[in-house]
C-alpha cells in the first residue's frame, strides 16, 4: 500500500471535481448493485505517470465540457482501496485488471471500459474528448 499522504492530493483530484471514494467492496456493490438506476463513472485511480498526466486531467476536461454527464462519479484507488479495486474488477470482467482504468455502468450493468493501454500514449486532450463522445452516448 502506498502512503496515504502520498495518494491524497492524487484521490483529491477527482473528489474536489465531485467524485466519491469508495474504500471497500460493500460501498462498490451497494452502489453498483441490482437496484442502480442512471449513469456512474468509475474511475480505478492510480500513482502511475498516464493517471496523472493523461486520465485525471482529461476526466476532470470532459466534466467541464459535456453536455451530458454521468449522474453519479466514483473512484477506487489502486494499491491502497484493494478490496473495493477487487470488487470493480470483478463487476468489469472479462476485462483483465487494469489501473488507471474507467468504467461506465448504466442502470447497473457496464457499457464502456477504458483500460489502461487505452490512456497510455495519449493526451488529456484525447481521452477528455473521448469521455465526452461516451457521455452523450450514454448519459441522459
Not at 37 to 54: D, H, Q
Not at 107 to 132: C, P, Q, S, T, Y
Amino acid at each position: 500500500m502506498y502512503p496515504e499522504e502520498l495518494i491524497a492530493p492524487m484521490r483529491a483530484e477527482l473528489s474536489l471535481v465531485g467524485f466519491e471514494e469508495f474504500r471497500t467492496a460493500e460501498q462498490v456493490a451497494a452502489h453498483l448493485g441490482p437496484d442502480h438506476k442512471g449513469t456512474t463513472l468509475l474511475v480505478v485511480n492510480s500513482v502511475c505517470g498516464c493517471a496523472a498526466g493523461a486520465a485525471r486531467p482529461g476526466i476532470r476536461m470532459a466534466l467541464e465540457q459535456a453536455g451530458k454527464k454521468p449522474t453519479s462519479l466514483a473512484t477506487v484507488f489502486a494499491g491502497n482501496d484493494r478490496d473495493a479495486v477487487a470488487k470493480v474488477r470483478e463487476l468489469v470482467l472479462p476485462y483483465p485488471p487494469s489501473s488507471p482504468a474507467m468504467a461506465l455502468f448504466k442502470d447497473g450493468e457496464l457499457v464502456h471500459f477504458i483500460e489502461r493501454h487505452h490512456i497510455e500514449g495519449r493526451n488529456a486532450k484525447m481521452i477528455g474528448e473521448h469521455l465526452v463522445e461516451v457521455f452523450e452516448l450514454f448519459c441522459e
